[in-house]
C-alpha cells in the first residue's frame, strides 16, 4: 500500500459511512504503517491501527477495530492451547525433558492468562459500545415517531418526511446491523472463556486477589511491600507452575 497515495482520502467504515479524512500516519522500524490519523468533520481526530486500515481506490475503508481485536484473540488463544495439548502428550510420551516441559507449560500458561485478561477487556468495551448502540437505536426510533406525529398534524411536508424517513431508515438498518455484529462476538468471546482451561481460570483468579491484597496494603499504607500472605499466596502460583 502507498502511504503517501492515501493522504487526504476520505475513510468510510465497512457500513459505507464517511467519517473522515486520513491526514497522517506513524512508520514502524519495518517500514510499516502501525498508525494512522483520521481527521472528523468536527475536527476531531482518531488514531487507528494500521491493520485496521485498508486502501480502496477513491477513498480509505476503516475496519471494526473490535472485530480485528476478537479475530486476533480468537487465534492467539487457539494456537496457545493447541501447544498446551501437544506439550501434555508429548510429556506423556517421555519425549521431552522435565525441565524444558515445566518452562514451557510456565511460558504458555503465562500467554493464556495474558489473552484471557486481554478477552475481559475487549468484552468490557464491546458492552459499553452495544450499550451506545442501544442508545442510537432508542434515539432513532424516537426521532421516526416524533416525526410521524409531525406528519399527521400537518407540522411537516410530506416530501421533507419522506427525505427523513428514508436517513433513519438507513441508519436504523445499520445499527441493528452494529448491535448483532458486536453480539455475535460477545457470544463468540463468553465460549472461548468458558473452554479455556480449568488451571489458566485459576491462576488468573489467584493472579487477580494478590493485586487485590497489594491494593488494599498500599491503601493502608504498610511499609512492607508484600504481606506475609501474598507471599504464601505467591509461592502457591510458583509451586504449581
Known amino acids: 500500500m502507498d502511504n503517501s497515495r492515501i493522504l487526504g482520502l476520505p475513510v468510510k467504515d465497512v457500513y459505507d459511512r464517511e467519517i473522515g479524512t486520513l491526514v497522517g500516519f506513524e512508520i514502524d522500524p519495518r517500514g510499516m504503517p502501525s ?126 418526511y419522506k427525505a427523513a424517513e428514508t436517513m433513519l431508515e438507513t441508519s436504523l438498518d445499520i445499527t441493528l446491523l452494529e448491535i448483532k455484529e458486536t453480539e455475535s462476538i460477545m457470544a463468540r468471546l463468553k465460549n472461548l472463556r468458558q473452554k479455556m482451561s480449568p488451571e489458566v481460570v485459576t491462576q488468573q483468579r489467584v493472579s487477580n486477589f494478590i493485586e487485590l491484597l497489594r491494593a488494599i496494603n498500599n491503601g493502608n499504607r504498610q511499609r512492607d511491600a508484600d504481606s506475609p500472605l501474598v507471599v504464601r499466596l505467591q509461592n502457591v502460583m510458583q509451586n504449581q507452575q
Not at 481526530?45 to 480468537?74: M, P, Q, R, T
Not at 484471557?116 to 475487549?122: A, D, I, P, Q
Open 35 to 160: 498508525k494512522f490519523f483520521i481527521m472528523m468533520p468536527n475536527g476531531g481526530f482518531i488514531k487507528v491501527d494500521g491493520e485496521a486500515v485498508e486502501a480502496g481506490k477513491d477513498y480509505v475503508l476503516l475496519k471494526n477495530f473490535w472485530k480485528i481485536k476478537a479475530e486476533s484473540l480468537i487465534r492467539g488463544i487457539e494456537i496457545t492451547r493447541r501447544r498446551l495439548e501437544a506439550l501434555e502428550n508429548l510429556r506423556q510420551e517421555h519425549q521431552i525433558p522435565t525441565n524444558i516441559y515445566d518452562e514451557l507449560k510456565g511460558t504458555y500458561l503465562k500467554d493464556m492468562n495474558e489473552l484471557s485478561n486481554k478477552v475481559v477487556e475487549l468484552s468490557s468495551e464491546l458492552s459499553k459500545i452495544q450499550e451506545e448502540l442501544k442508545n442510537r437505536l432508542d434515539t432513532l426510533m424516537r426521532v421516526r415517531s416524533i416525526n410521524k406525529v409531525q406528519l399527521s398534524t400537518g407540522e411537516v411536508d410530506e416530501i421533507s
